[in-house]
């Protein structure tokens, strides 16, 4: 059986169920679905990748094991081999450092980076929410982290000659 683009979406679906965002949103809707449909252009491994990007650093801690996602298991219910790297280069790591862990991986996997890149653009439109509510909190997220990592994973996809110079967002 061939693990498809519905399958994806119905795993994240369940893996993050009661998950919700900083604005107390249900995760799946505010974060996964929005990426996963921009990177639909890219094609089905992009929009896989796309919504499965947060199942192994979300679910690690879950108290039951049933509910707890690795890449072990992910290639075990058949996802194919490249959203399981990408999903892989875009796990942090714990007690990870932000820049020259997370991204700096994720810049060097061309899957993850334009994963990567379309979360950072949905993090910058949600910025403008936050700010709303918490103007300092948003300026310090746009500043401290989704501008300069934009810069890193922008700059290695200008000189990734082989997959680089997409149309990004």
Excluded: W
């Amino acid at each position: 059986m061939v693990f498809t683009v519905h399958d994806a979406h119905l795993l994240a679906l369940d893996a993050h169920d009661g998950q919700v965002d900083e604005l107390g949103r249900d995760h799946y809707l505010a974060r996964l679905r929005p990426v996963a449909e921009a990177l639909r252009r890219f094609g089905p491994v992009a929009e896989m990748a796309g919504v499965l990007r947060d199942i192994v650093e979300d679910t690690r801690d879950h108290p039951d094991p049933e509910r707890r996602y690795d890449v072990d298991r992910l290639r075990l219910l058949g996802v194919p081999e490249d959203v399981v790297a990408a999903i892989d280069a875009l796990t942090r790591r714990p007690g990870e450092p932000y820049m020259s862990g997370l991204i700096r991986r994720a810049a060097a996997d061309p899957l993850a980076r334009l994963v990567q890149l379309a979360e950072n653009s949905h993090d910058l439109a949600a910025s403008a929410a936050l700010a709303g509510h918490d103007p300092a909190k948003a300026r310090s997220l746009r500043e401290g982290h989704i501008r300069p990592a934009r810069r890193m994973l922008l700059a290695a996809e200008a000189g990734d000659r082989a997959h680089g110079c997409r149309i990004l967002f």
